[in-house]
């Protein structure tokens, strides 16, 4: 049982990085068939993986057809970004208003990491590296770590996930028009100077901006 469970982390993760990396392209279908050729997984073994990925908000099981990744909308980023904005800017406070001195060095630690990890392999307009995604993953998650509710804290994370498919999609769109080094500074400092309300408000602004870069950049005239 414990071989098999951890064949299925495996799976799982290795899954998740083709689907957030964009390996496996959104809206695609994933038939076992060609998931077992590809994974070297058994039925169960996926079976579950996909499950924990449906739960994640990254794929989804539609009846008579399997499972596939989710699609993506300029509409469905709108109501994520907003559920996100309203969900973690009210984690983000009561991590703020609560977190101790061990949350204040997870900050620091995720923070200077993320920093330190090259963003990119190929170019500003490639997909960012699987080591920064996970770096910039875990910043996230150390902010909101000192938030008393674990519920919430997990709510957050299911959504950051679902949203991470949409951040690699903004990718094009940062060159010379984003600074997300300073965003981040920012919300660090506001967190750690312990107000809430700016904390927030700079989160908010910095989740509403990879919305906006692919709205704008979506409407904009092909060259």
């Not at 071989?3 to 993760?13: I, L, P």
């Not at 996230?140 to 674990?150: E, P, W, Y």
Request: with cysteine; charged share 25%; glycine share 6%.
């Amino acid at each position: 049982m414990e071989e098999a469970g951890t064949r299925t982390e495996q799976v799982y993760r290795c899954l998740k990085a083709d689907i957030l990396g964009g390996v496996i392209e959104p809206g695609k279908a994933l038939p076992f068939a060609k998931l077992k050729d590809d994974y070297g997984a058994s039925m169960g073994v996926l079976r579950e993986a996909l499950i924990r990925l449906s739960a994640e908000g990254l794929t989804v099981n539609q009846p008579q057809f399997g499972f596939k990744v989710i699609s993506l909308s300029l509409e469905d980023l709108t109501d994520l970004t907003e559920t996100r904005c309203m969900i973690e800017a009210q984690v983000l406070r009561d991590s703020v208003t609560n977190g101790d001195l061990d949350w204040e060095t997870r900050i620091l630690s995720a923070h200077h990491r993320m920093e330190r990890t090259p963003k990119f392999e190929n170019g500003a307009e490639s997909a960012a590296t699987v080591a920064w995604s996970q770096s910039h993953q875990d910043f996230h998650v150390a902010l909101l770590s000192g938030a008393r509710s674990q519920r919430m804290q997990a709510i957050a994370a299911n959504l950051r996930a679902a949203a991470e498919v949409y951040r690699q999609w903004s990718m094009p769109y940062e060159v010379v028009k984003r600074d997300v080094t300073a965003e981040h500074k920012e919300i660090v400092d506001l967190a750690l100077a312990r107000k809430p309300e700016e904390a927030a408000a700079a989160l908010v602004r910095h989740l509403s901006a990879t919305r906006d870069l692919i709205l704008k950049g979506t409407s904009a005239p092909q060259q």
